[in-house]
């Protein structure tokens, strides 16, 4: 393989397994996978957040050098997911009294924004916004400027998680020295990928069962609506088999050739045994019980997160993509739960995607995220060709990032799903600071201007009045001799 020139580089961070993958975009939108590259995380990373810091960083690196000597190139940066426990969505309104038929401006709209941003949650982050309708008046409308009104009401969905999750992640690619050109919510890039306009826009929920999570999108009229990650995945599934006396990989292996989402009673054959190896065995009917019993909870888990006021009005139905989609009978436990008919598995992405990789090439629904974040990046992370005779373990990430391409591309309320990474957040917090001292530096100066300017009008009033005074009085004085 010749040095690829221009590259994409996309990076998943699960609960386990850590996926890096290297794709170039076609003009015809197309994508071409050229490097995958994946690594053990279950002894750092649970729920898919960081728990070790170093040993993350190491995995990164390892990702980051393994895809460098197969794509025979530097990788400047790369694009990240971020999903994980503790990420979820809290909806706030910001109100606005106007004078009567006030026509409402860009400058409003930002100002109910800013206002939104500026709210401050407990030892929680904003990470995004997603704007929902602006209320003008009693009518709802998603652009409100140019409407004449007297009432405006932001309505937003702010996409919280942990302060501590969040720094975490940042500091594994700072220890690393790999840049990031972009974090990006994973729900929202796998959303994008899996999801068909008409689902968004006519309502449905994107369940993504993982290993150790699953993540709940809830869409309607194209609007992300309520977002929420459960601590629970196909992994517990696994645990509940072990507990038949097995080991865990044994009880994987068990869940994968015999697992069923759902088996009707009168199938069951009490006398039936699946075998745990050549000398053990377990009774059908428990196990199919504890398969069923965590599949049970998990839907329900994920049903309670669908808000009340859209429960009826999922049209769009239920997709269900990830590895714990791939169990039998899912769409009819589902079904069974929820009482939606229309449930569909998203085995693959929406993109063409071309790839000799075998995994992505399963079509299973594994990859999907991971695809979905390499078709959000518009940046080459391509850097120089590497010299095939030099040490390719000597290679030195410089985490450079093009400043003036990523402020060409900052997040919008109107495109949630850019994150902005913890040094970009503190420059713009710096930024702002220093505007801030700017203006009261600014006013300062204007107020101690205007105070002088009145000491000195007050000092020539003073000095005219007593002029004045002396006037009248000399001119008393005159007359008084005069007569």
Known sequence: MMAAKDFIVAIELGSSKVTGI?????????IQVLAVVKEDSSSFIRKGVVYNIEK????LTNIVKKLTVQLKT????VYVGIGGQSIHSVRNVITKDLPADTIVTQDMVVELMDANRSMQYPDQEILDVAGQEYKVDSQYQIEPVGIQCSHLEGNFLNILQRKAFYKSLNSCFEMAEIGIAELYLAPLALADSVLTESEKRSGCALVDIGADT??????HKNILRHLAVIPLGSNNITKDIASLQMEEQDAEKMKLKYGCAYTENNEIDNNMKYSIDADRQVECRKFIEIVEGRLEEIIENVWFQVPNDLCDKLLGGIILTGGGSNMKNIEKAFRNHTHIDKIRIAKFVTQTITSSNPEINAKNGTMNTVLGLLAKGDISCAGNAIDPNGDLFAIKQ??????EQRKARQATETDPGVIRTER???????EARRKKEEEERIEREKAEAEAREQARI??????INKGWKWLKKFGKTMIEEEE
């Not at 993350?56 to 995995?59: G, L, R």
């Not at 530097?74 to 940066?77: G, N």
């Not at 007050?458 to 000095?463: D, G, L, Q, R, Y």
């Open 22 to 30: 290297a794709g170039k975009k076609n003009l015809d939108g197309s």
């Open 56 to 59: 993350t960083a190491q995995c």
């Open 74 to 77: 530097e990788i400047t940066q």
């Open 214 to 219: 699953t993540t709940v999108s809830v869409y």
């Open 398 to 403: 410089t985490g450079t990032i093009n400043t």
């Open 424 to 430: 970009e957040k503190q420059q713009a917090e710096e």
């Open 458 to 463: 007050k000092k020539e009033n003073s000095a």
